[in-house]
């Protein structure tokens, strides 16, 4: 089936530093969705995109969609200690349903 | 506006017990989805609901089932349960069945013994 390939799998950085993190797959995607999930809780969505090349921010965190429709990318600018925690990437696997597949995740690790 | 809430959000249970897990979509919210997280597997879609029917089922076996009622309140129920289906439990709504944003409630841990 589909898989989504995230790197890397695991960041350590100092507070204050920027990150990049990306998503790739085989398959063509119509969505990407990145979310965040911390310790014991359910994954919070973050950004979503919905065409080739779109680039969309939240706050500190930008989001693109590749033009190529298989990839997507995720920076986060002048991290803070809260940003630490799981960023997963997820599209649709099938066209008009709600069926995600989920990336690897990236663990955020920040050291003050 | 209230999330997504499910209930409970610990369980332990023995091998061979079954177990009903609730979720509460957003309101407004159709299309409820379910996920299992592990270790080991990561995050996998177990089947989603809209409108009170199954659209997409996940590879699971058939101790894995679920429902939801003309509210949107989706119930998923694990049967004869084993060590393996211990793992975070989650729902998703949407407010329609396709492209669309996907939240989360927190969860439910079930830990079998």
């Known amino acids: 089936g589909q898989q989504l390939n995230q790197s890397p799998q695991s960041m350590f950085i100092q507070e204050g530093e920027d990150v990049s993190m990306n998503c790739t797959s085989s398959?063509?995607?119509?969505?990407w969705l990145w979310y965040k999930q911390d310790p014991g809780e359910g994954p919070v969505l973050l950004i979503a995109l919905y065409k080739a090349g779109e680039l969309t921010s939240n706050g500190r965190l930008t989001a693109q969609f590749g033009i190529t429709r298989k990839d997507s990318f995720l920076n986060i600018s002048a991290s803070i200690p809260s940003d630490v925690g799981i960023y997963f990437c997820?599209?649709?696997?099938?066209?008009?349903?709600?069926?995600?597949?989920f990336g690897q995740g990236t663990r955020l690790t920040i050291n003050p | 506006k209230a999330g997504v809430t499910q209930t409970p959000r610990y369980l332990i249970k023995t091998r061979g017990q079954q177990v009903t897990l609730s979720c509460s979509p957003i309101?407004?919210?159709?299309?409820v989805s379910w996920y299992q997280q592990t270790p080991g597997q990561g995050l996998q879609f177990l089947f989603e609901y809209f409108s009170e029917t199954q659209r997409n089922k996940g590879n699971f076996p058939g101790r894995f089932s679920g429902r939801q009622f003309s509210n949107s309140r989706s119930e998923m129920n694990v049967s004869t349960l084993e060590l393996g289906d211990s793992a975070l439990y989650l729902c998703?709504?949407?407010?329609?069945?396709?492209?669309?944003?996907?939240?989360f409630g927190q969860g439910t841990r079930l830990t079998v013994v």
């Open positions: 309101s407004g919210h159709r299309s």
């Open positions: 998703a709504s949407s407010i329609r069945s396709e492209n669309t944003e996907a939240f």
């Open positions: 997820a599209g649709p696997t099938i066209r008009g349903a709600q069926k995600l597949v």
């Open positions: 398959s063509i995607f119509n969505t």
